[in-house]
């Protein structure tokens, strides 16, 4: 076998065990050794001793060149996590630098992945600030104006020139990677309370006019993310808002607004689960959610996330199935522990109880530990089902809490105590509209009606609410 005829042979196979190609060649592992050395960088080696497999290099907008993969840590210090491979037609091999925090099958510790390695997935923009992104660079990337459009190649070609202040602690390339230490010498000055009236309007003015033109169509909160200066810390915030008009959809967007706030403060009820920490502020017109960033740490700390979306599609497979459904599958495979699955499903259970009809698996996210994943803190919790349609069309929702199975019961029963909470608070919470109130003030009788309703018993005494945690230093 020739190093063109090995080239050939990858090619057309994808990838080979090194016993596959000395069954087809017919020679010695000797032969096939001196082979590969002789292809160089055209063949990529994945593992090593009888898990030793090949593939051929896919190049980058015409580069050979491995990607650098750098880690940021909670102080700020980085290093290099690793150089990403890319093969052909898809697929990449990770070679490991630094500790790698997450959980790794036997082929992704030989650093093997279908696609870009799950814990980088999240690096691809999306939703009003990813399109925001990509209609902005668009030209500059030579890619399409729609990032949901992008290849794995498109990607990682934009992550790697722009990609320096994404979810989590990861950034992809050189050129990125010196965006983020220029802008450690350039650290941005936090904005403070009395600066919001005027900075929150603008950075919203700023937000929309570089923004994605179809985000409210799509039912979407546009946003923008910002240093805020909290209890006298630097602390990254992601602040959604509203509309600056009277109309009735306006209105509501500014009353879901509200109630994600709400809701964020009634999840710490639940056994096992945290939240976000959030504030409401009003200016020029508009209300304002504001989110603390959990991956973020100081003005240049960083920690993992990873979405459920991209755990569910490395160790799992199809998507869109019910969040308990897959926490089971998690806990099957030793991924996660018996109280993660359970806080999963209190979780799944609160929303459904709370009118959430967008639990997607990108509105849920794991940190590394335990066994493997444990559940980050929540975010993105609000009764969706009274959107707007259309962005501004308000319909008419029955809101019908649905009863649990036997064994359903137990948690069902915990997490139904505290969205009878998030209704009577937001029944009586005098930022959301009259007429929203009375809808919640209707939806706590309703649900009080369907606890009473189950077999076997009235619903636990709610758990009491723990003290916020501290913000990270």
Same mark, same amino acid.
């Given at each position: 076998m020739t190093p063109d005829s090995l080239i050939i042979l990858l090619r057309k196979r994808h990838r080979l065990a090194a016993a596959q190609l000395l069954a087809e060649s017919g020679g010695s592992r000797a032969t096939l050794m001196r082979t590969v050395r002789a292809a160089g960088d055209a063949v990529l080696t994945i593992g090593q001793a009888r898990r030793t497999s090949y593939a051929t290099r896919r190049l980058l907008r015409g580069s050979a060149a491995p990607l650098h993969v750098f880690r940021i840590d909670r102080a700020g210090g980085s290093a290099e996590a690793g150089r990403l491979h890319l093969a052909y037609p898809d697929g990449s091999l990770l070679q490991f630098g630094a500790n790698f925090e997450w959980p790794l099958s036997v082929e992704m510790q030989n650093g093997w992945f279908e696609g870009i390695p799950y814990p980088l997935q999240d690096l691809r923009p999306e939703g009003f600030l990813g399109r925001a992104f990509a209609r902005n660079n668009a030209d500059l990337l030579q890619v399409s104006t729609d990032p949901r459009k992008w290849s794995d190649d498109d990607t990682l070609h934009a992550l790697s020139l722009l990609g320096s202040d994404l979810s989590g602690d990861f950034i992809v390339g050189e050129t990125a990677y010196r965006l983020w230490l220029e802008r450690r010498q350039r650290p941005p000055k936090p904005l403070t309370d009395s600066q919001l009236t005027e900075g929150y309007p603008s950075l919203a003015q700023l937000a929309m006019q570089h923004g994605s033109a179809d985000s409210s169509a799509g039912g979407e909160f546009p946003k923008f993310t910002t240093l805020r200066q909290l209890g006298g810390e630097p602390v990254h915030v992601i602040v959604k808002f509203s509309g600056s008009d009277d109309s009735p959809g306006t209105e509501r967007w500014a009353d879901l607004l509200v109630c994600e706030h709400l809701a964020s403060q009634c999840i710490p009820t639940l056994p096992g689960l945290t939240s976000a920490r959030t504030a409401i502020h009003r200016a020029a017109d508009r209300t304002f959610l504001e989110v603390e960033?959990?991956?973020?740490? *100081?003005?240049? $700390? +960083?920690?993992?996330?990873?979405?459920? =979306?991209?755990?569910?599609? &490395?160790? !799992? *497979?199809?998507? $869109? +199935?019910?969040?308990?459904?897959?926490? =089971?599958?998690?806990?099957? &495979?030793? !991924?996660?522990?018996?109280?993660?699955?359970?806080?999963?499903?209190?979780?799944?259970?609160?929303?459904?109880?709370i009118g959430n009809t967008d639990m997607h698996d990108g509105n849920m996210s794991f940190v590394p530990g335990g066994p493997g994943f444990r559940l980050a803190p929540v975010y993105d919790m609000l009764p969706m089902l009274y959107a707007p349609q259309r962005g501004v069309e308000l319909v008419e929702r029955n809101y019908a809490p649905r009863l649990p199975l036997p064994g359903e019961r137990e948690l069902w029963q915990q997490a139904a105590q505290a969205a009878l909470g998030f209704w009577n608070r937001a029944a009586h919470d005098r930022r959301l509209s009259a007429v929203f109130r009375r809808t919640c003030a209707a939806n706590e009788k309703i649900l009080a009606a369907a606890v009473e309703a189950i077999p076997g018993g009235r619903a636990p005494e709610p758990v009491q609410a723990p003290a916020r945690a501290r913000r990270p230093r």
């Open positions: 960033r959990f991956d973020r740490h *100081g003005v240049h $700390g +960083r920690s993992a996330m990873c979405s459920w =979306a991209a755990v569910n599609n &490395a160790w !799992l *497979g199809p998507a $869109g +199935r019910p969040w308990p459904e897959g926490a =089971a599958k998690l806990l099957e &495979a030793g !991924l996660i522990d018996e109280e993660t699955r359970e806080a999963v499903t209190r979780l799944w259970h609160f929303g459904q109880l």
